[in-house]
């Protein structure tokens, strides 16, 4: 079965675009388009995309409201992936903790952006650990990171999961983390499930800014 994708952008051009990229691929579908972070819910009900790649600036309903409402009201939620023009966006920084899988900057190349997908697709995380790290040194507050640090501490992780934890923030993959560490890929991903399960993390994105956002690691 192909990965099936949702536009969402105001721009006409910008979907074309990644239409043309996306549908080169013969396992890639787009499903449909949406020029508004409003129509999204309707889209996500009606089409059942695996991953959406979202807009983060949009008229009447932008990408971080609208990431907010697919999480909280729609049943087996797709994957969702912000795109946006600019790494250092503080609306790209909302996105992720509201809730977004990840995010690809438009002037990306197309082999990139295939990538993007089909990682989202699969359940990894699309993250840039320079850019989140720099993202949560200018954006975090106080809020966040009271939240975050008392999350750390109700997990008490193993010394094996903080260790995981520690290399996925620095954006490896589960294969990559099995290779670092010199155990079997279903061994990570275990482990990697117990730090979502403790964090209370939905991905391994949101595990990632709790991380920075605690002072587990270091942001900046």
Known sequence: MPV??????DEPLVRAGLRAVLEAQPDIEVVGEAADGASVIPLVRQLRPDVVAMDVRMPLMDGIE???????TV????????????????YVYEALRAGADGFLLKRARPAEIVHAVRLVAEGESLLFPASV?????????????????AAMERAQLT???AEVLRLMTRGLSN?????????????????????????????????VIVAYESGFVAPG
Request: glycine share 8%; charged share 30%.
């Open 75 to 90: 049943e087996r939620p797709p994957k969702i992936v912000v795109v946006t023009t600019f790494e250092n966006d503080e």
């Open 133 to 149: 790290r720099q993202l949560a040194a200018q954006y975090g507050d106080e809020g966040g990171n009271r939240a975050a640090r």
């Open 159 to 161: 010394e094996r999961e």
């Open 4 to 9: 099936t994708v949702l536009l969402v952008d």
């Open 175 to 207: 294969a990559e983390i099995a290779a670092r560490l010199v155990v079997g890929t279903e061994t990570v991903k275990s482990h990697v499930s117990g730090v979502l399960a403790k964090l209370g993390a939905r991905d391994r994105t949101q595990a």
């Open 66 to 72: 609208a990431t907010r409402a697919v999480l909280r």
